[in-house]
T-cell receptor, first 113, second 112 residues
Framework: NAGVTQTPKFQVLKTGQSMTLQCAQD?????MSWYRQDPGMGLRLIHY???????DQGEVPNGYNVSRSTTEDFPLRLLSAAPSQTSVYFC????????????FGPGTRLTVT | SQQGEEDPQALSIQEGENATMNCSYK?????LQWYRQNSGRGLVHLIL?????REKHSGRLRVTLDTSKKSSSLLITASRAADTASYFC????????????FGTGTRLKVLA
């Protein structure tokens, strides 16, 4: 199993550009989520999904869009990049059964200039 | 706002010593999890404790949970240089949902 994979590993965008961060998992997990990590802020939940076709907002959803057309994939779209979105982005997945760990991808480091 | 807050924010100890870090949270939870993050890497799950449990062990890790005080502690015994990392607690934000909210983390440095 590859676990949770994320692409790209690094990305530089100009203000106003859009892009999609890719996340895929091969563990047949129903639950997938996106976090951003900023220095001193820990991880903050952006969006999450409990299954194909079902998504919901987390703590900091503004400026981001998600969709879940398959169990395996959960892309995160930046609609119009802003410098405040400079961060490290992590995707995670787990089963929806109670009390199970989340598996994290290696992260995407995004810089918006 | 963050559900969990860890303290201390940073901790530096000698190899062989024990390291204790604490997590406080705000609302009722079903369970609490601890994760480790090595520099520049993703998070790795360490241990989970359910709300009806008070203490749990896994190798050199001991976790306690006090739901009356809404707090948890992670103890790493006989620390090693390889334990140098950031440690985060995560709680399910609202009972019955799937959202896990992370604290701000404790940066642990173990000196050889």
């Amino acid at each position: 199993n590859a676990g949770v994979t994320q692409t790209p590993k690094f990305q530089v965008l100009k203000t106003g550009q859009s892009m999609t961060l890719q996340c895929a998992q091969d563990m047949n997990h129903e639950y997938m989520s996106w976090y951003r990590q900023d220095p001193g802020m820990g991880l903050r939940l952006i969006h999450y999904s409990v299954g194909a076709g079902i998504t919901d907002q987390g703590e900091v959803p503004n400026g981001y869009n998600v969709s879940r057309s398959t169990t395996e994939d959960f892309p995160l779209r930046l609609l119009s990049a802003a410098p405040s979105q400079t961060s490290v982005y992590f995707c995670a997945s787990r089963t929806t059964s109670a009390a199970y760990e989340q598996y994290f991808g290696p992260g995407t480091r995004l810089t918006v200039t | 706002s963050q559900q969990g807050e860890e303290d201390p924010q940073a901790l530096s100890i000698q190899e062989g010593e024990n390291a204790t870090m604490n997590c406080s949270y705000k609302t009722s939870i079903n369970n609490l999890q601890w994760y480790r993050q090595n520099s520049g890497r993703g998070l790795v799950h360490l241990i989970l404790i359910r709300s009806n449990e008070r203490e749990k062990h896994s190798g050199r890790l001991r976790v306690t949970l006090d739901t009356s005080k809404k707090s948890s502690s992670l103890l790493i015994t006989a620390s090693r240089a390889a334990d140098t990392a950031s440690y985060f607690c995560a709680t399910d934000a609202t009972s019955g949902t799937y959202k896990y909210i992370f604290g701000t983390g404790t940066r642990l440095k173990v000196l050889a």
